[in-house]
Structures are given as structure tokens and as C-alpha cells.
């Protein structure tokens, strides 16, 4: 399932790397989160119209926010397994068979892999290390982000969903309940994904950087309050967390200025 808002562009590349899977799906759900522009509008009508068929677009009147549309889509979808895709990223053509197939073979309800951010330079590279596939518990996603969204894929025991009364790390708090309930993430060594994102800092100010710290720090105290972490190993978290944020936007400001610099402008 796709979430969308007013990226109709990336919209389109994202889907028709989901249609060039050697293991085709059996559906494609978009749930565009109220877009406002016209390419928007038309671009979901013609995906909508298009005669291959095996899309549906669920429309919402105002915006919700990701969790929302994330969770709209995948209670349409009536499927063994779930994958989550956003609308400015793509999969490698393999993705779903070599995911599903090591779900089956390592019985597992949730999985994930590695992915690669491209941001503007545009190309790809054909990872597939010599590594194990492991299995992500709570603690490791304490500390570092060991997977992006695009790259799960849930079965249809999963009843968990979303949190939507959040609205930056929203997924990192359904992380860490699906690796307490389901004896862990299994983790891919392959780069199945790619991530079409700018660097911190590259579109602009750290409002967002703030925000997601935040964000984590609200997934991490119910992560506690659940009982999934001793108290003192959630202070560590939240401890590593201020650090990589001031690091950010560090970060964020440093790439900022060198934007800015006479020598860019040119």
C-alpha cells in the first residue's frame, strides 16, 4: 500500500516499480491524504482508469497524516502479506519474491530489509551481501534506525497498526510493538529499497529534525510504560537520542550554509 499527497511524479515511479516485481502482487491500494494540486487529482484518475487494472485509490476529504492513510490501505487489502511502500521511494524488481520467500522459510509475521537513500544523484547499486538474516529485536531499535518503511512487510496476523495520534515516528512506535509481540523483525542483509530523499539539512530548516525527536521520545516512553524496557535502558535511549538530534542539526546547518555559499550559487 501507497500513502500519497501532492507528489504525483513520484507517485507514478514508485507504483510501476511495484507493477516490475517478478512476484507480482495482487493489488495495489493508494490512499492519497487530501492532495491539493491538480496533477495530484489527475494522476490518481488515470492510475485509477489505467486498463491493467489492480489499483485502488482510497480518497480522504482532509488531511490525516500518515498513520491514518497507512492504516486505511492496509485494512482494504484482504491478502496474506502487507507491504508498505511510500510514494517517493522504489523496489528493487526482486523484492517481494526474496522477502516473502525468506518470511516463509524463517516463519516470520514481520520483515524488513536494507535500503539505499539515492537523493539526487540517481543511481542504483546491486547490494546483496554475504551476511545472515537476523532477527531485529526491541532493544536494537533503541538506538538506531535499522530499517525504513519501505521495506516491511507484515502477514495478516499482524493487528497491530499505526498510532494516529502521531505524526513524525509513528513507525519506529509500531516497530517496537511488532518486535515485543511477534519474537522479533526479521532483517534482510539484501538492499531491496531505495529511498529518492534529500540529506538532513538539503531542503531547508530543522523543524522537522525537532519534531522527530520528539516523536521518538513519545514511542520510547510507551515503550516503556508497556514493559518492554527497563527503566534505566529507556534514559539511555533517550539519552542517545538528544545526541544524535543536536548532531543533526549540526549537521542540518553546516550542508545549509554550504547551499547558501557564493560558490553554489553559481
Known amino acids: 500500500m501507497i500513502p500519497h499527497y501532492n507528489n504525483p511524479r513520484a507517485l507514478l515511479r514508485a507504483v510501476e516499480s511495484v507493477r516490475g516485481q517478478t512476484l507480482p502482487p495482487s493489488g495495489i491500494v493508494i490512499v492519497d491524504d487530501a492532495s491539493t494540486t491538480s496533477e495530484s487529482h489527475a494522476m490518481l484518475d488515470d492510475l485509477e482508469a489505467d486498463p491493467r487494472g489492480g489499483i485502488q485509490v482510497l480518497r480522504f476529504h482532509r488531511n490525516r497524516g500518515p498513520s491514518a492513510a497507512r492504516n486505511a490501505g492496509w485494512d482494504r487489502l484482504d491478502t496474506d502479506y502487507v507491504a508498505f511502500l511510500d510514494s517517493d521511494d522504489t523496489w528493487d524488481r526482486r523484492k517481494l519474491e526474496v522477502q516473502i520467500a525468506a518470511m516463509r522459510d524463517g516463519s516470520a509475521e514481520v520483515s524488513a530489509h536494507r535500503c539505499e537513500v539515492i537523493g539526487s544523484r540517481g543511481g542504483k547499486r546491486d547490494l546483496a551481501p554475504e551476511r545472515p538474516i537476523t532477527r531485529v529485536r526491541t532493544r536494537d531499535l533503541l538506538f538506531k534506525s535499522r530499517f525504513s518503511t519501505p521495506s516491511v512487510i507484515v502477514t495478516s496476523k499482524v493487528v497491530e497498526r499505526f498510532p494516529e495520534d502521531m505524526r513524525y515516528c509513528e513507525d519506529l512506535d509500531l516497530w517496537l510493538r511488532l518486535a515485543a509481540s511477534y519474537d522479533g523483525i526479521l532483517l534482510l542483509p539484501q ?3 531505495y529511498l529518492h530523499k534529500a540529506a538532513f ?39 542517545f537520542g538528544r545526541i544524535r538530534y543536536v548532531r543533526r542539526i549540526a549537521l542540518a546547518r553546516v550542508r545549509g550554509r554550504a547551499q547558501r555559499s557564493p560558490r553554489n550559487a553559481r
Open 201 to 239: 539539512g538539503a531542503a531547508g530548516l530543522s523543524a522537522d529534525l525537532e519534531a522527530m525527536e520528539e516523536g521518538q521520545r513519545v514511542a520510547l516512553r510507551r515503550c516503556r510504560e508497556r514493559g518492554d524496557v527497563t527503566e534505566s535502558t529507556y534514559r539511555l535511549a533517550v539519552l
Open 191 to 193: 538492499t531491496l529499497g
